[in-house]
């Protein structure tokens, strides 16, 4: 009878081991597309600094705030760079590539509940009057919660 007992405790104990051992793989949390989405949409977001191609451009985009929500963004002061209204999605599953409806793409190359920083490439610039509207080149945009 001890036999049988000890076979069964045994038994049972490799079935609870495999059972827990194939559970650590899965992950129940949200994908990063949905934790960078709640991210972007928790705030209005103000720039702190902008570069092109690593030189100091802040005072072209002063007064700059991006606010976005699940499907469109909205922004002030961003010139032909940052149009005033549009949608967005991302094109990739780690959530760090967006696409806005200008067809700009737009890379987060950080997030999280306070800061944002996102790089886009603009192949040209434009002029309005009396001033330079956006030069062309790789534009690094820091952004703060507002």
């Known amino acids: 009878m001890k036999k049988i007992f000890n076979l069964i405790f045994v038994f049972s104990s490799m079935v609870l081991l495999v059972h827990l051992t194939g559970c650590g793989g899965s992950s129940s949390g949200p994908a990063a597309k949905e934790v960078n989405t709640q991210k972007l949409i928790a705030n209005t977001w103000k720039l702190s600094t902008v570069t092109v191609d690593a030189v100091d451009k802040t005072v072209l985009y002063a007064g700059l705030t991006v606010k976005f929500t699940a499907t469109s963004y909205t922004s002030t002061s961003g010139g ?12 990739d599953e780690a959530g760090k590539i967006i696409k806005r409806s200008d067809n700009q793409e737009i890379t987060i190359t950080e997030i999280s509940d306070t800061a944002l920083k996102l790089t886009l490439t603009r192949t040209q610039g434009s ?8 030069v062309a080149g790789v534009h690094v945009f820091s952004l703060v919660k507002q």
Do not use: K, L, N, Q
Request: proline share 10%; glycine share 10%; charged share 15%.
């Open 127 to 134: 002029y309005g009057p009396d001033r330079i509207e956006s």
């Open 80 to 91: 032909v760079v940052w149009p005033a209204t549009g949608t967005w999605s991302f094109t």
